[in-house]
């Protein structure tokens, strides 16, 4: 199924499976290289000085604005049957 981007009017298509695999595969990567770049050892012990309320809490507020994003994009990349944030194309 396809829908019309707003702004534009070119045809968008849903992206694959394989696409998101492919994503969540390449974001995993980067944070297996920065982990081991930052020497696992040393991770583990700078979150024995955080208080789990303060990761807890900041895990909490990460959780929203990760959805929000992610709303966001869904809306303006044409998935949605509304305009892009009240903008029309152009005529």
């Known amino acids: 199924m396809s829908a019309i981007h707003p702004l534009t009017g070119t045809r968008l298509s849903r992206p694959s499976p394989a696409s ?3 994503a969540a595969g390449l974001g995993v990567a980067a944070i297996a290289v920065l982990a081991w770049l930052a020497h696992p050892h040393q991770l583990a012990e700078s ?3 955080v208080s789990p309320r303060y990761l807890l809490l900041a895990l909490a507020l990460n959780v929203p604005l990760v959805l929000v994003r992610a ?3 869904r809306r303006c990349s044409g998935w949605c049957r509304s305009s892009c944030w009240g903008r029309r194309p152009a005529a």
Do not use: H, K, T
């Open 20 to 22: 998101w695999l492919l």
């Open 47 to 49: 979150l024995d000085d």
């Open 71 to 73: 709303l966001r994009a």
